[in-house]
């Protein structure tokens, strides 16, 4: 339930407070004060798109805030937000500025408009002069039905189903063209890859290959530096370097008996023994790894001409970079393999959606079709009242593809003689429009449990006593739910709990809009008005008590 609404600094509102009873609250005013742009804020609430313009001429910003209810199946909703759900009541702000974005808060909570909007479907209908054309869409006829059958949710589920179905044929279409496009490519994948796996590519390999290619090309002049150091040790003619050291420590520990200090530059020469023996030994070891095969020498030059071949072909600086190739080659063979794989479960994934859409869809349209009758019948009971005596009313229900609505397609016949009913969209007028709505509204608030209606003007083209029970059908729904009513007929005005009034004045640099409550002899002058026009006459005042009095 709508309890209160403040507006600030919007259109031709300056500061508006207003609370709103239970039951029913009648709405009127005369054209152009300002009803229009009451709702126009109170759209603001419930998600409408934000417009700068609707700034007040001179402010920085305009606010709107209402405040509801808070029943407990809004606590889920709201938590999922970040949003606190206080049982107390609802309070939904939003600000628009001059300049810059709107910006929306929940229990003083910052949130995304889209929020609003879905606060607004468990909140508040509003049916206004637009939603009469909506009364034509199949969409609109169909989503009645479902209320009416009770499968709303249902649906929602087979949406949910269909739209999983077709992301998953999506993705399965994307997968299939990149599993073709693999499949082309294969051979051409399968034989460098094979190539360069037989080529047994291993990191640094070219660095040693080259490294040995050098001493391969020069074996010989290195075997032939190798025998002059190793012969320099052993000269053939003179002693060897490590028998004149040998000596020359010995001669050194004889002096060290008179001469202090020989002993250790002798130890030092017997170091020197030692380690010209180990480089002595080091050089005779690498001699003997000097290989002087031709055999060796074209076998490490036909290896480094096949990387170099390689890294040439696949446009590669070293041979990590060939090695990743090789890599990149094999993990396209694989992801053939692997892609297939996923292929199948995202099938089996869209088979299992499609079963399971395929059964929902059934019992939605079992539910649809045993429903249709009565919906017929409820909608008829209720526009014969409303003094469409001779009304015809069906509701149809043709197979359609399959899609997030089901395998139905419903549409509303309609005929206002007694004759063969035809489509609704091609037939009624706009009384007659306006009673359907009603009819289905009626309808809808038994079903949904929305806590409230508003009604702009949904007695368009109706009058004398269709619009005296088109307002005592507003009434009886103001019983079970609270209605706020729009209206310019003085029969439906005068069933209201409480009356309000729009106007509009002038406070010297423009008109300003404003909404009372009036009572008493007040409101028997506004029912007189709408009774009589600009000119209220006695006769009007009359018959407005007698239509207060029976209300």
Request: hydrophobic letters at 45%; glycine letters at 8%.
């Amino acid at each position: 339930m709508l309890r209160s609404l403040h507006i600030e600094n919007y259109v031709l509102i300056d500061s508006l407070d207003i609370s709103f009873p239970e039951g029913l609250s009648i709405i009127t005013g005369r054209t152009g004060a300002g009803k229009s742009i009451l709702l126009g804020a109170l759209g603001l609430l419930l998600g409408a798109k934000s417009d700068a313009a609707a700034v007040s001429e001179g402010a920085s910003s305009c606010i709107v805030e209402g405040e509801f209810d808070s029943p407990e199946e809004l606590r889920d909703l709201l938590e999922e937000a970040g949003t606190e759900w206080d049982p107390a009541g609802l309070i939904i702000r939003r600000v628009i500025p001059a300049a810059g974005r709107s910006r929306s808060f929940v229990n003083d909570c910052p949130v995304q408009a889209a929020l609003l909007s879905e606060l607004a479907e468990r909140l508040v209908d509003i049916h206004s002069q637009d939603q009469t054309r909506l009364l034509r869409d199949r969409g609109f006829q169909l989503s009645v039905l479902d209320h009416f059958a009770g499968v709303s949710g249902k649906v929602r589920e087979c949406s949910a189903l269909w739209k999983e179905i077709l992301l998953l044929n999506a993705e399965a279409a994307k997968l299939r063209a990149r599993i073709d496009s693999l499949q082309g490519e294969a051979d051409y994948n399968a034989a460098q890859y094979g190539q360069l796996e037989q080529a047994k590519l291993v990191p640094g390999e070219l660095e040693e290959l080259e490294a040995e290619q050098k001493q391969l090309a020069h074996a010989e002049a290195i075997k032939e530096a190798f025998a002059a150091a190793i012969n320099a040790f052993t000269p053939d003619e003179l002693p060897s370097i490590d028998v004149s050291l040998k000596e020359a420590a010995r001669q050194l520990d004889k002096a060290a008996a008179f001469v202090p200090g020989m002993e250790a530059l002798a130890e030092r020469i017997r170091s020197s023994r030692i380690e010209l023996e180990d480089i002595r030994e080091s050089i005779e070891q690498a001699d003997s790894k000097v290989n002087l095969s031709e055999d060796r020498l074209n076998e490490v030059e036909g290896r480094i001409s096949l990387l170099y071949s390689l890294m040439q072909k696949h446009r590669c600086a070293n041979i990590d970079e060939l090695i990743a190739k090789r890599d990149e080659f094999g993990q396209a063979l694989f992801d053939g393999g692997a892609l297939q794989e996923k292929l199948q479960e995202l099938e089996q994934r869209s088979k299992k959606a499609a079963d399971a859409h395929k059964v929902l869809c059934a019992e939605i349209s079992k539910a649809r079709k045993a429903s249709a009758p009565a919906l017929a019948k409820d909608i008829l009971e209720t526009l014969r009242y409303l003094e469409l005596d001779r009304a015809v009313f069906a509701v149809n229900v043709d197979p359609a593809e399959p899609g997030a609505n089901g395998t139905d397609s419903v549409w509303f016949a309609f005929s206002a003689t007694g004759a063969a009913p035809v489509d609704l969209a091609k037939c009624a007028s706009g009384g007659e429009v306006s009673r359907i709505m009603l009819s289905l509204k009626a309808m809808l608030a038994r079903f949904t449990g929305m806590p409230t209606m508003i009604f702009d003007e949904i007695d368009t083209g109706v009058s004398g006593s269709a619009a005296d029970r088109m307002g005592a059908t507003i009434c009886r729904m103001g019983e079970d739910m609270q209605v706020i009513a729009i209206t310019h007929l003085p029969q439906v005005a005068a069933k209201g709990n409480a009356h309000f009034v729009v106007a509009k004045t002038d406070d010297g640099d423009r008109a300003v809009s404003g909404i009372r409550r009036i009572e008493g002899e007040e409101r028997v002058q506004e029912i007189a008005r709408l009774l009589s026009g600009a000119s209220i006459t006695p006769e009007a005042v009359a018959n407005a008590r007698s239509l207060l009095g029976e209300k």
